[in-house]
């Protein structure tokens, strides 16, 4: 285990993301922290357009399962996106506790404005799953490292109330172009259904594009009773 810090100070020094100092032991320093941009405007999970609340706005809802979507920051930002990158794919755990607290800077601007509130709901905080093999090979699930810290942090139920489940049919053996469609959906499963019925849930991911994967997860979430599902994630990419 020491050899295995030893290589690893060696190969990923603990030096600042923003700034490149050399820190005791953290990838981003207090100002550099500081100075991440945190996002204002709402927008519309399936069209971008900017929406009261971070609703689904009403052209879209028939297609979307999310009801809200919160985005914390900029995913243009050099440091943010970096920081996202280097704890997905250098295995840096420790930066989970900087975007959490990025997060959590955003929810208190926002529930500052009363666009959003965890009192009062019964919310419960669940990540965005990774295939379990992908899980394995990197060790952790960014997302819920994430969301754990949320979770103590707001004192909310933390749960990993979904999993990925492996297609039974692969998509190359299928022709019809609705069928792998109707076979991407159903990529999640409810572990628990009991945990999520009646609960407001708030989905964490560390980014979202095209917002596929979070409908996907709010669709199998609110078809096991989830009362409504708010999607959190740091960036849009
Ligand atoms: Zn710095
Ligand atoms: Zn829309």
Request: charged letters at 20%.
């Amino acid at each position: 285990m020491k050899m295995f810090k030893f290589l690893a100070e060696l190969i990923f020094p603990h030096r600042c993301l923003g700034c490149s100092e050399y820190l005791e032991a953290a990838y981003l320093c207090g100002p550099c922290l500081k100075k991440l941009p945190v996002r204002s405007r709402l927008e519309c999970i399936g069209c971008r357009r900017t929406v009261p609340g971070g609703i689904t706005c009403p052209d879209c809802r028939p297609h979307y399962s999310l009801n809200r979507v919160f985005i914390v920051s900029e995913y243009h930002d050099p440091v943010v996106s970096g920081a996202i990158k280097a704890l997905k794919y250098r295995f840096l755990p420790e930066l989970a506790k900087p975007l959490a607290g990025l997060a959590v800077n955003y929810i208190q601007d926002q529930s500052a404005l009363h666009r959003i509130s965890f009192a009062g709901e019964n919310f419960a905080v669940v990540p965005v799953p990774l295939h379990g093999r992908r899980e394995n090979w990197r060790g952790f699930n960014q997302a819920a490292l994430i969301a754990r810290k949320l979770a103590e942090h707001y004192r909310l139920d933390y749960g990993e109330h979904l999993k990925r489940q492996n297609h039974s049919i692969p998509q190359a053996q299928i022709d019809d172009s609705h069928m792998r469609f109707e076979n991407v959906k159903n990529a999640f499963a409810c572990v628990d259904p009991s945990l999520v019925r009646g609960r407001s849930i708030l989905l964490v991911d560390d980014v979202c594009t095209t917002g596929a994967t979070l409908n996907e997860c709010a669709m199998i979430l609110k078809k096991n009773g989830a009362a409504s599902v708010t999607a959190l994630v740091i960036a849009r990419g």
